[in-house]
């Protein structure tokens, strides 16, 4: 026999409050996320000061090269990541660093993969969300404002148009005559057709002078 009424309870007080039916409005907070690191992983806090502070020149010296040459590492990482899981092998590493002939002494070299290496080989991902960690402002969500300074152009847009005057003096002149004489050409005799033309003409020649 299963006692359900108690593994219940202790499900409902493992991952969230029990009785929510009755009280439907409480508020749960999000319980704590613990990642569990890949086997192979060292332990950074246990680490020697001298292999923290060779990873924190060598990080440094990489972070200012890739920030003077807007370099973005993730394409040749992901080159030799052929099954897409974040992970390349030390000697990748190693190639990267030698092509873009960055100058790092091998024991800071040495502490930037012991900083990120595991069983897997080394995970590239946490390597570059370290190295070039994004930004706040990139983060936030910027339709709302994108929106917002289109409608603003396409207003000052629209004002200035309705601002601008709807023709010239030449095409205003024209387009009066087109208006009054064409249909008077399409519906009359030939001979008059003749004298409109002519009139046009005329009008043509003084607007000129």
């Known amino acids: 026999m299963v006692n359900w009424i108690k593994f219940v309870n202790d499900v409902e007080t493992v991952f969230t409050l029990p009785g929510l039916e009755k009280q439907p409005l409480t508020r749960v907070l999000p319980q704590e996320k613990f990642i569990q690191p890949k086997p192979g992983t060292a332990d950074w806090l246990s680490v020697t000061e001298e292999m923290k502070q060779n990873y924190e020149n060598g990080m440094g010296i990489l972070r200012q090269k890739v920030n003077e040459r807007r370099l973005d590492l993730t394409p040749n990482f992901a080159a030799f990541d052929f099954l897409h899981r974040g992970i390349v ?7 990267l660093i030698s092509m873009y002939s960055f100058c790092l ?13 595991n069983d897997d080989g080394f995970n590239y991902l946490d390597f570059l969300n370290h190295l070039c960690p994004m930004k706040l402002e990139e983060n936030e969500y910027k339709y709302p404002e994108r929106l917002a300074t289109s409608q603003r152009i396409n207003k000052l847009s629209k004002e200035k148009t309705e601002m601008e005057p709807v023709m ?9 005559l087109k208006a009054e004489l064409l249909p008077g050409i399409f519906n009359s ?6 004298g409109a033309s002519d009139k046009i003409i005329k009008l043509r020649s003084g607007n000129s002078v």
């Not at 002494?105 to 290496?117: G, L, N």
């Not at 005799?189 to 003749?194: A, D, E, V």
């Open 189 to 194: 005799s030939p001979s008059s057709s003749r």
């Open 89 to 95: 092998t030390t000697n990748n590493f190693r190639q």
């Open 105 to 117: 002494s091998p024991a800071e070299i040495d502490a930037i993969i012991s900083r990120y290496a």
């Open 168 to 176: 010239g003096d030449a095409e205003g002149i024209m387009d009066t």
